[in-house]
């Protein structure tokens, strides 16, 4: 038990569909993040929210739309995407953002393993 | 730009062999941090490293910090079938090198395989 949920685990979408992934922290942290994971690459970091907002938008389409409603719940908005989208997708949280001295651990969800078709 | 290089890529020992793993950059990172992912589950950390030199243990993992805060290594003893896994790697960037000192730079991982 990671504290990180994520939902759905898997995930398959045609390229015309809209479908949103979830991600809930019970760890009462205030910081959280979208990472994509693909094959024989390195964990991309996607976005970055503190505070419910929104910190970091690493380059990433605008066919990826994230929301931040409240600091324990972030969504992943997805619509067009494309194959190479299919990725393993990580939300991560953190106490707060690191900054200055301090550093803070991150703490990952299990993943939505997506496939676009 | 930072870039974490990790080696081996892939490695398959037996049970109760010794291994090591490397993590290198050119790069000076105020953190370092491990992490163990499973098939199917994300990353789940296993030790931060802070300090240049700095030597953890975890019990029979050993986790060293380079002197120059550049690079680590992990160390397995006597490694066991619950060890295998995809071991990550993720610097955190010097806190005065400008926005995003939190953005986490991960290497691409070494995939153990332990065989009983």
């Known amino acids: 038990e990671t504290g990180v949920t994520q939902t759905p685990r898997h995930l398959v979408m045609g390229m015309t569909n809209k479908k949103s992934l979830k991600c809930e922290q019970h760890l009462g942290h205030n910081a959280m993040y979208w990472y994509k994971q693909s094959a024989k690459k390195p964990l991309e970091l996607m976005f970055v929210?503190?505070?419910?907002?929104?910190?970091e938008n690493n380059s990433v389409p605008s066919r990826f739309s994230p929301e931040c409603p409240n600091s324990s719940h972030l969504f992943l908005h997805l619509h067009t995407l494309q194959p190479e989208d299919s990725a393993l997708y990580l939300c991560?949280?953190?106490?707060?953002?690191?900054?200055?001295?301090?550093?803070?651990?991150?703490?990952f969800g299990p993943g939505t393993r997506l496939t676009v078709t | 730009t930072q870039l974490l290089e990790q080696s081996p890529q892939f490695l398959s020992i037996q049970e109760g062999e010794n291994l090591t793993v490397y993590c290198n950059s050119s790069s000076v990172f105020s953190s370092l941090q491990w992490y163990r992912q499973e098939p199917g589950e994300g990353p789940v950390l296993l030790v931060t490293v802070v300090t240049g030199g700095e030597v953890k243990k975890l019990k029979r993992l050993t986790f060293q910090f380079g002197d120059a805060r550049k690079d680590s290594s992990l160390h397995i003893t006597a490694a066991q079938p619950g060890d295998t896994g995809l071991y990550l790697c993720a610097g955190e960037g010097e806190r005065n090198s400008g926005a995003g000192s939190y953005q986490l730079t991960f290497g691409k991982g070494t995939k153990l395989s332990v065989i009983p």
């Open positions: 991560a949280s953190s106490q707060d953002l690191a900054g200055g001295l301090l550093s803070y651990e991150q703490y």
């Open positions: 929210y503190s505070l419910e907002e929104r910190v």
